[in-house]
């Protein structure tokens, strides 16, 4: 009897481009920068041939974050695309990334008022989904922007909550804020507010971050 070949699952355009958009955001993380922007060359391009949002969000997504210092304004458009396929799309995961990244990034070169909203975006995704670890990295970017806006305090209780292995190698920004923090408040008492973050629970400190988001939107809105 002659053995029938296995079955192979066919293979999809999409599958190549979302591999190389996570080699992308892992370079990126391992802070690789031009290894992570030679990957993204041309991705963006190949994920538009596959007519899949998914694989369209995702690319822009990892270019953005790839191309946030080296290109502040292309990154900023690039996520920012990303975010409204995301939506149209339905996709929450992807959406809730590409908040996360446009946040400090819109704090910095573009509207404030509008990273907070995006904050406040990925904060409620995943709280609501209960992912502990991705609420970190979107709290990470609350403290890095809260910190620039001068609400000094309140990021220093957050950084605490967030600072972790992957959120310090994903945010680098979030060193420097914390290294700002120090210099202003005196390590002693960065050392208190921290403390202070670190032992709140995931809910009391989503519930803390929408109390700061409104609180500096205010300012922003009404400055004095």
């Known amino acids: 009897m002659v053995p029938r070949p296995a079955r192979t699952r066919p293979r999809h355009p999409y599958t190549h481009t979302l591999t190389r958009a996570s080699l992308v955001v892992e370079l990126t993380v391992a802070g690789a920068g031009e290894e992570a922007r030679a990957a993204a060359n041309g991705l963006i391009d190949a994920a538009e041939a596959t007519h899949n949002p998914f694989a369209l ?43 996360t990244a446009l946040s400090p990034l819109e704090a910095e070169h573009g509207d404030p008022l509008a990273a907070l909203d995006h904050i406040t975006l990925a904060i409620r995704n995943f709280y609501d ?47 420097t804020a914390i290294t700002h923090l120090r210099d202003v408040l005196s390590d002693k008492t960065y050392e208190s507010l921290a403390r202070k973050g670190e032992t709140m629970t995931t809910a009391a400190m989503a519930t803390y971050a929408y109390d700061q988001i409104d609180q500096a939107r205010t300012e922003l809105e009404h400055p004095s």
């Not at 304004?73 to 695309?81: F, H, P, S």
């Not at 975010?83 to 992807?94: H, T």
């Not at 209780?157 to 310090?168: C, E, K, M, V, Y």
Request: net charge neutral.
């Open 129 to 175: 989904s209960g992912n502990v670890a991705h609420i970190r990295s979107a709290l990470t970017t609350l403290a890095v922007v809260l910190d620039r806006l001068g609400r000094l305090e309140p990021a220093a209780i957050i950084a605490g909550f967030a600072i972790s292995p992957l959120t310090a190698a994903a945010f680098p920004q979030l060193s």
């Open 57 to 99: 969000a995702y690319a822009l997504y990892a270019y953005g974050y790839a191309y946030r210092d080296a290109d502040p304004a292309g990154a900023l458009e690039a996520l920012r695309r990303g975010l409204v396929i995301a939506q149209d799309s339905g996709n929450r995961l992807i959406e809730s990334q590409l908040a």
